[in-house]
Each structure stands twice: as C-alpha cells, then as structure tokens.
C-alpha cells in the first residue's frame, strides 16, 4: 500500500471513530493524518506485534489530543483490532481522549498536558544515545502548543545535546482551541524562530506524502543537530466544510455535521475500495 | 527497637552522601543517570560529572523539562536520580512531575533538597513546607524523609531497583547521626527509637532530634514518651501507629513542613480511622517561609523539643 492510500484509510478510520463517539477532536486529528501514514508505513521502525520492542523507532504525540487519529493508525497497522477503535472514550475505555501509554499497544509516551510531550522526546532521544543505540524518536507538537514555554526548554536541551536521532514535526496548522494563533497568542516566525535554536529548520506542505517523506530522510540524515519540520497544514484537513472552522478544535456533531460524515466517509469507502 | 545513637553528633553532609552514592550506583548499574537544574555545586555533584559525564546530566534551569527528560530516559530504561531544592521538584514542575511521571507510570527518584527551615537564608522562596503534600497526592507514590545520612545512603541503593515513583526529602548538609552503619531501613517501616507508656511521638527528618531532646525533658517530669521516627510517609506504617496509639493513648506528631498533607495528616487518617485517639500536630501552620537561622525559624515556627513538650502536656490534660 502506498502513503496515499495509507492516508486514506487512516482517514476513514478516523472519521468513522469519531462518528461512532458523536463527539472529539477531529481538526487536529485530521491535520495530521499524512505524516502519521509516512511515518508508520514507509519511516518508522515498528513491530506491532511486539510494541515494547527494544529496538522500535519511538514516536511522541506531543498534542496528545490527536490520540484518535494515532488509534487508527495504530489499528491499521496492527497493533489491536479495528473494532476496538469504537471504544473511543467509553467508560473504562483504553482509548481515551488523549494519549496513553499504559493503555493502548503502540503509545510510548502519555501526553494530553500540551508542552509536556517534547521534554519526554528529548529525554528518549537522549537516553538512547547514552546507551549506544540508533533508534530513532519523532516527536509531533501542535503549533497552538507552542504558546508552552517548556517547549522551549526541550528546544534548548535537543539542541544542547546535539539529538540528531530526534526530528519534531510542527503540525502548522494556524488554529488553536480559542481561534487563530496569530490572535491568541502569535508565536511569531517559526521557521526563524527554531533556526534560533540551532534546529535543523524547514517547511514543507503538511499534506503531501512525499515531500513528507524526502523531508524526513533528510532530516534524519543530518548529524550534529536536531531536526524541525514544520508542516503547513489544514486544520480539519480532508472535511471541506470543517476546514479552518474556527470551532473545528472539538466537536460535538449535530444531525448535519453527521450527514456530511457519512458523506465523506462513503467517499473515503469508495477511495479505499478501488 | 533500634540501637540509636544516643550521643551527640553530627552526620556527614547528606550532599557528599549523594554524590558519593550515585558514583557508586553508577559504577555498578549503567541505567543509573542523575539530573540536576543548574545546583549541582550545591549538592556536590560535580565530582558525579567528573567520573561520569554522560550519565550526569545538568539540564540548565529548567525543572519542567528536567521531569519530561527523566520520564523520557525512564522510557528507554535508565532509571533517573533527579535533584533540584524541594520546592522546585515539587511545587515549580508539579504537572510534568504528576503526569509524565507519575500518571505516566514511570521509574524516578526525585531528591528535593533543604527541606523545610534548613533552607535557611534562601527564605521563603526557596523553603518547602508543602512539598510532601504535593507528592503525597499522587498516586502511588512513595514519599520519605531522611533522618540521617546512613539512612539516606542505604535507600538510595535498596530501592535502586525498585520501581515507580519515590521522593526523597533531605536537609543537604549535616544533622544530628542517629543510627550505626548495620541499622537496617524498610520503606513503610517506622523506626522505634525509644519505647515509653503516656505518649508516642511520631516525627521525621530534623524532628526526630527534636522529639528526642522532648522526651528527656518529659521523662524529667514523670512523663514516658515513646519516639517514632516515621522516615517513610507514604505508605505510612499503619501497624506501628494502632500499635502505639492503644498503647499510649496520645500521638503527637512533629514536622518540619505544614501541618496540612504531611506527616501529620498521614498519621491522623490512620489513627483516626483505625484507633482514634487524641493527638496533636507540631508543624508549620498558616506560614510562608522567610530568611534567618534555622535555630530561629524553629522557634518562629515552633518546631522545637519544648514545643513539643507543651503539646505533650496539653493533650495529656
């Protein structure tokens, strides 16, 4: 199967996931669903079979509200049963709202506190290169995250230590709970901002597979430096009428929002089947 | 009953202890890695950086990440040994230290130095009299206070292995030497220092010194008091308390930290859920810290043996 499809199914999954819940955050989860698909099906080194494999590629879902977009990934890929993805919050569920380690197969870091997820990062990164080991670790943050100031912390540790085993994703997609980061809180020029911190810095389109993909070797094969890709995306990507709401963060869905669910998801059902 | 030692002394600097211990850990266990936020001159760890600079790790003055960085290095296996004062550990990155540690589920032992008035100087900014509450709030954790070097150097290495989440309270300089080098220290364990008939006494780290100079001047006054040091928190030794509590029909507790979510609190939910009797609490109480010597924040806090002895005697009344 290759990135596109990869991203479609992930897509569906997704949709259907948070259709069946009737509430969640689809606009982050959806902003990010072509990066989950080229790290998991062409970048990572992962067995699903044996998620605590010593020797796994880790991945940190900083804005661990994304988590259903990462559960259907991980279904896809095996981890647990496609079925279990219908869990999503249920009462004693082990697919809750946001990111949990010690609850779905595949998760290696609890996340949900926004800022918390890159020092976790760093910290792996940091902890297998004092063990001699070639693992690599990918941490995702959400633009809206880094209002955070221990972002910034983790930035000047990543960089300190030389983690070149370490590449963030920025998932730039300019919205965050209350309205546009520009209005919230401007975090300014990322780009300048990351080369600041002697961040291995670019930015590319957040939705095409494989520019996702070059972008990642390369960041992977630059040494000495940690790496940021910073991804331009949509928030809602994929739904044309959720794109860029403003209130597209978390969403309850009305009778409407539903028929346009089943819309696409009978169009991603079509994608998928050809 | 421990065979205390009853003369005077002084212990070693609890810093040199530290670094000392973890030079020694790390020599025989490569997970073992220590993190400091820009105070390893004040804990004496730079001779830890010296023999092993890739394992000590000085993270700048950033706790928040430094808790992030230890959940990160526990993922990969390497069980973290992070210091920072009391109040940073806790009260500055509590959220990193409750969720990607502790609700993480991860391997950690957190130091938090100067505990309470042995901040001294550093005043109330830099003096921890909730730490304990904090981290006694988090579930699961395993909270204690050292009472003495011997014994900080000894949990440190028995509970290496262990894991979760534990939290070591320690005054970094010296104290009053209580016990030999053959004591024997099990978290949840209270220690009996001295038996006695009207009263016990429970306290912890600088405390116990205190509970024991309070005991000789009762004993001048016909008073039997039994000394409990209770260096484990949490799990508090519930055994020990309704054993002393049907014994002496009063429980006084002395710390050196709020009255709220410490020792004292721990001690009276189990007395007053499993054997009530009266007690009375020695501890901080509606305070901020501030600057001067500990000899005169004990007395602005009352946190001395004749505070205890006045406790005593109201609650015999």
Known sequence: MNNKQFSAQIRLETLKELQHRTFGHIGGSMSIVELLSVLYNDIMHVDPKNPNDIARDYLVLSKGHAGPALYATLALKGYFPLEMLKTLNDNGTNLPSHADKNKTPGIDMTTGSLGQGLSAAVGIAKGLKIQGKDNRVFAIVGDGELNEGQCYEALIFASKHHLDNLVVFVDDNKLQLDGPTKEVSDIGNLDDRFRSFAFDTRRIDGHNEEIIKASTIDALNKKGMPSIIILDTIKGKGIKEFENLTENHHMRFSEDDNQLLDKYIALLEGENNE | ?317
């Not at chain 2, 505990?115 to 909270?143: K, Q």
Request: with cysteine.
């Open chain 2, 1 to 317: 009953m421990s065979n205390y030692i009853k003369e005077v002394t002084k212990t070693k600097e609890l810093r040199k202890v530290y670094g000392n211990t973890l030079i020694d850990m790390m020599t025989k266990d490569e997970r073992v890695v220590a993190l400091e936020a820009d105070l390893m001159s004040a804990i004496a760890t730079k001779s830890v950086q010296d023999t092993f600079a890739d394992r000590l790790i000085n993270c700048g003055i950033q706790e928040a990440n430094m808790m992030g960085v230890a959940a990160g290095l526990s993922v990969t296996g390497m069980i973290p040994f992070v210091h920072s004062f009391g109040i940073f550990v806790t009260r500055r990155a509590y959220d990193q230290l409750f969720l990607s540690l502790g609700y993480a589920q991860l391997n950690a032992r957190i130091i938090g130095s100067d505990a309470g008035v042995s901040a001294t100087h550093n005043g109330g900014t830099h003096m921890p009299f909730e730490d304990l509450a904090l981290v006694n709030a988090i579930p699961n954790s395993i909270v204690m206070e050292m009472s003495d070097d011997t014994m900080f150097e000894q949990l440190l290495k028995k509970t290496k292995d262990e894991y979760g989440l534990y939290y070591f309270r320690i005054v970094r300089k010296e104290m009053r030497k209580l016990y030999h080098e053959d004591q024997t220290f099990e978290v949840g364990k209270g220690i009996v220092l001295e038996d006695g008939s009207d009263v016990t006494i429970v306290a912890s780290g600088i405390m116990v010194d205190e509970a024991l100079k309070a005991r000789e001047i009762l004993a001048k006054e016909g008073i039997d008091a039994a000394v409990i040091d209770m260096f484990t928190i949490k799990p508090i030794d519930e055994t020990l308390l309704v054993e002393y509590a049907k014994k002496t029909k009063l429980v006084v507790t002395a710390e050196n930290h709020n009255v709220i979510g410490g020792l004292g609190t721990m001690v009276s939910q189990c007395i007053g859920e499993q054997h009530p009797v009266k007690m009375r609490h020695i501890g901080v109480k509606e305070s901020f810290g501030q600057v001067g010597t500990k000899e005169y924040l004990q007395e602005v806090y009352k946190l001395r043996a004749v505070d205890i002895v006045e406790a005593v005697k109201d609650g015999l009344k």
